[in-house]
């Protein structure tokens, strides 16, 4: 909240900064606007880049570091610490760290770690104090000094384009390595995992049951872990999800496109996207107590044996779900057809109906193949349908009226509760996750190269 607070202040001190930046730069500039090098409003966007930048990016820093630098001194202070285990400091820590916060401690409260929860909160005060001191000494003395350096003839626009720059390279350069550290936390403990069981088995095995025992005399103390019938069963589901939303999805956007009136598309089109917000849970949930049940009384019905959790009803519920990714990108890309080649058409006397097949399909193919795409790495990286409505049963059957399971849905099982990092069943889940990763990263890539093409070519 401390934090949040003084955030808002330089955030503050930054708008003011603007204000006064472009009040001086019309003020130094005899014959008005026209004299000056850049518009006003870069001169306030420098002023206030150098009022806000630099304190921004201290309290950012401090946000980082300050749990580290704070406990280390509360460390230092603390008597008798020295035969203490890094488990033990770390219990002793906490404790100390929420009797300051006024929550549960693990242990009776005793007159030194009163006195050390004092200390922690004092230490704490101390350094918001000094922070807060440097950021506002930062943001006023940046915007002063950058308030002094206005004039009709500086460069403003330049310098605050450069910060700008600076500012979008920073970003992409943090996205570019969360994305590596994610791929190598991933990489890492997967080798971990293959270690300890070998990657062929892994990869061809026909049999999932992770349960390790935890005596090696008992039964089932090395686990199955055979993924084939979990990439069997996100296959399945995939399958059937994509099923129902290419088709529906497709013929929508076809209608919404080419046959329905303007005011029918600007109504009906944002209903149809309402289905992208709907959480997933509620679909879960709506596939478990009602398309689940419906599938099982009509297999009664027609004498076929329907599992009360089904790939049939997760995937169908999942294809709902899913429509309007597919519906929505088509459309856009149905739009983007050049009106040129539907003019033809019917100037050589097509139809409506034989423009859309022989012309406007045809032309709008790899976009719609790039939204299928995109569609289907949606589907296979669903979770909560799948739990809710397709069961946790690692079945290898082709079958859908029969349980099945996922590849997420095992990565969420065994990460559930409390887990030992060395074990087979906890990295089987990094394992999995790599797996997921490349064929999402793969789907994802072939769909943006499809678009890419198809936008060099009508662009």
């Known amino acids: 909240m401390e934090i949040s607070l003084l955030t808002a202040v330089v955030l503050v001190l ?18 008005g606007a026209r004299n000056l090098r850049s518009l006003p409003g870069h001169y306030g966007y420098y002023v206030a880049v150098w009022c ?30 020295q035969g203490l285990s890094e488990a033990e400091l770390g219990l002793l820590v906490n404790d100390i760290r929420n009797l300051a916060s006024g929550n549960i401690v693990s242990k009776e409260i005793d007159p030194e770690m009163r006195a050390a929860a004092d200390r922690y909160g004092s230490l704490r005060t101390m350094a918001f104090g000094a922070l807060a001191v440097l950021s506002l000494a930062l943001a006023i003395g940046g915007g002063a000094l950058a308030r002094g350096r206005v004039s009709p003839r500086f460069a403003a626009r330049e310098r605050v384009e450069r910060a700008v720059g600076v500012f979008l390279i920073v970003s992409s350069t943090i996205a570019i390595f969360t994305t590596v550290g994610i791929v190598l936390s991933l990489l890492f403990e997967a080798l971990r995992f293959f270690n300890l069981i070998p990657f062929t088995d892994f990869l061809f095995g026909l049999e999932w049951s992770p349960q390790t025992a935890l005596r090696a005399d008992q039964v089932g103390s090395t686990g199955a872990f055979g993924a084939v019938p979990l990439f069997t069963g996100t296959f399945l589901i995939t399958l059937i999800a994509m099923a129902v939303a290419a088709p529906i999805g497709l013929l929508s956007a076809i209608y919404l496109s080419e046959y ?23 679909y879960g949930f709506f596939a478990a107590l009602t398309v689940a049940p419906f599938f099982r009384e009509l297999g009664e019905d027609l004498g076929l044996d329907v599992s009360s959790e089904s790939a049939l009803a997760a ?31 019917y100037g ?8 859309i097949k022989q012309i406007v399909l045809p032309a709008a193919l790899p976009g719609i193949v790039g939204s299928i795409i995109l569609a289907v790495s949606r589907a296979i990286g669903e979770t909560m349908i799948v739990v809710m409505a397709a069961g946790l049963a690692a079945n290898l059957t082709a079958n859908p009226l029969e349980s099945v399971t996922t590849v997420t849905v095992q990565i969420v099982t065994l990460l559930v509760g409390d887990q030992e990092f060395d074990s087979p069943k906890t990295l ?26 198809y936008r060099e070519q009508y662009d």
């Open 428 to 453: 089987a889940a990094f394992a999995l996750g790599l797996v997921m990763f490349c064929v999402t990263l793969s789907l994802n890539f072939i769909a943006l190269r499809v678009v890419q093409r």
């Open 348 to 355: 050589l006397g097509a139809t409506r109906s034989e423009t």
């Open 14 to 31: 930054a708008a003011v900064g603007f204000l006064s930046g472009r009040s001086r730069a019309l003020a130094t500039a005899a014959g």
């Open 52 to 81: 806000g930048a630099p304190a921004l990016l201290l309290i950012l820093l401090w946000s980082f570091f300050q749990g580290t630098i704070v406990e280390s001194l509360l460390v230092a202070g603390l008597p008798d610490v």
């Open 315 to 345: 995937g169908v519920v999942m294809g709902v779900m899913i429509i309007p990714f597919v519906s929505s990108l088509s459309d856009d890309v149905i739009n983007a057809v050049p009106q040129s080649l539907r003019d033809g058409a």
């Open 260 to 282: 329905a009136p303007g005011r029918f598309r600007g109504a009906v089109k944002p209903l149809l996207e309402i289905l992208a917000g709907i959480p997933t849970v509620v």
